[in-house]
């Protein structure tokens, strides 16, 4: 009997295991391969990308200007009745009809109708190919042309900002899933710690070395450190949620840098004087100056008189007396002269300086924010790893610590919140030093975005130093 449940047990067994989902290995990822990939498959950049590519398009548009227009024409046009010349209504004739000779003499050549000719048919059509070519238009196709470059290197910077912020979502995400992960392995490890812990409180109880208060104290802090360690698990799941998110995958992503830190940083004026020189918000907006400066020409050319040649050339004509008197090609030299429009030329040029004096007003707080921005992130990142090098010897304390108070409480020379208290301290001290890397990554990538360094990004990973704090698990 024993037997046959045993059998049947284990092919329960097995049939789970063989209908257990399968899940596919995590796929591991430094952050320079999701670097590269992001910048392929980002939906963000490749709506800007598109938005370049339009306006580049855009751009080359406008050199046609310099070219002839020329465009076929056609009508087709039918009259209430035929349009008829009587030459009796004309002199010499005029009045003949009037005497009895000249009555005689008409009918004599036919009558009335023998003066009659015709001058159109009814219905009539014609076909012509003609030609506009702008030689002088007050500087008009210049500035759209100038307009046009302009919108490009505007689009072109917009792009470089997206960029650049896409690269500091991964960065703080990718070194967030990093850091959930190195939090879980602290918590897994303090939970392995207090089951080791317990164990030992419950041999002491049993040998009556320490109250049963102490026991339940310990068992307490286990409880504890295991709900730490599912709100650790399920933040990490969370993280790389959002990770894989940004890397359009369904599969499970495993990161496989390190939360790093430097000995040092350069200057920080380095930082300013490269965001004031790269910034795309700045270029933008000296592009937007340029448009305006553009569309202030236009305007003032609306002044000036538009000069052109123009050509017509007929492919087809009836065969009535006007068409053969209208000639089948022509050729000349046009002008038009702006004396009055209702678009009010003035306060148009009125209106786009004020633009300018706008511009030129966000160019100069631009350049104070980014200055100020550039500062900021840069004594974050000092400050973090300013905490991240004092919490060195608080981590050489708090695992010293929690080995004296291990043996004191084996021995019944401690008691059992302060073993807790020891084990804690080591797992705070782990939690707040990692932190204290991510903080100093993120300010990084944040220094580096704003100055236009983010391909530096690698070096500051390949410069840091080798601190087996930041891998190694809790003792």
């Avoid at 076909?127 to 030689?135: D, E, K, R, V």
């Avoid at 109250?211 to 450190?225: F, Q």
Wanted: hydrophobic share 40%; net charge negative; proline share 3%.
């Amino acid at each position: 009997m024993r037997v046959d449940l045993k059998i049947t047990f284990t092919v329960f067994l097995a049939g789970c295991w063989l209908m257990w989902p399968y899940q596919a290995a995590a796929e591991d990822y430094t952050f320079s391969q999701a670097w590269q990939e992001i910048q392929q498959i980002s939906d963000v950049l490749a709506a800007e990308q598109a938005n370049v590519e339009r306006s580049e398009l855009m751009q080359e548009a406008t050199r046609s200007l310099n070219f002839p227009q020329v465009e076929l024409s056609g009508s087709y046009t039918r009259l209430d009745d035929e349009v008829k010349v009587d030459a009796l209504d004309f002199n010499p004739l005029a009045g003949l009809q009037d005497s009895p000779i000249g009555q005689d003499i008409i009918e004599a050549m036919g009558g009335p109708a023998a003066f009659t000719t015709d001058i159109t048919n009814q219905s009539f059509g014609r076909l012509a190919l003609t030609a506009l070519w702008p030689i002088y238009t007050g500087g008009r196709i210049t500035a759209a042309q100038d307009i046009g470059a302009a919108q490009t290197d505007i689009a072109t910077q917009l792009f470089d900002v997206q960029r650049r912020s896409v690269f500091e979502q991964l960065v703080k995400t990718y070194f967030g899933v990093v850091l959930a992960q190195q939090n879980l392995q602290t918590h897994q490890q303090a939970e392995a710690g207090f089951v080791k812990h317990l164990e030992d409180a419950q041999k002491l109880e049993k040998e009556g070395q320490i109250a049963k208060v102490e026991r339940l104290s310990v068992a307490v802090a286990h409880d504890r450190s295991r709900v730490a360690t599912r709100k650790s698990q399920k933040a990490l799941e969370i993280s790389l949620v959002s990770l894989r998110q940004l890397l359009h995958t369904n599969i499970d992503v495993n990161p496989t840098d390190q939360l790093f830190t430097n000995a040092s940083l350069p200057p920080d004026q380095s930082f300013i004087t490269s965001s004031l020189n790269t910034s795309p918000l700045l270029k933008s907006l000296k592009a937007r100056d340029r448009e305006l400066q553009a569309i202030e020409s236009a305007k003032r050319g609306r002044y000036y008189p538009e000069v052109f040649l123009f050509a017509d050339y007929a492919l087809y004509r009836d065969n009535s007396i006007v068409s053969d008197l209208l000639p089948e090609w022509q050729v000349g030299v046009g002008f038009t002269v702006p004396l009055h429009d209702r678009l009010n030329r003035g306060k148009n040029i009125d209106a786009t300086l004020k633009a300018q004096e706008s511009v030129a007003r966000l160019l100069d707080s631009t350049r104070r924010t980014l200055t100020v921005a550039t500062q900021v992130a840069y004594k974050e990142a000092q400050q973090a790893l300013q905490e991240y090098e004092g919490l060195a010897s608080s981590l050489e304390l708090a695992r010293e610590n929690l080995v004296l108070r291990q043996e004191a409480f084996n021995e019944g020379f401690s008691t059992s919140s302060q073993l807790i208290d020891a084990q804690i301290f080591v797992s705070v001290v782990r939690t707040e030093r990692a932190a204290a890397a991510y903080h100093y990554i993120v300010s990084i990538s944040r220094l580096l975005a704003l100055s236009g360094e983010v391909n530096s990004f690698g070096h500051y990973q390949n410069t840091a130093r080798q601190d087996a704090g930041l891998t190694e698990g809790s003792q």
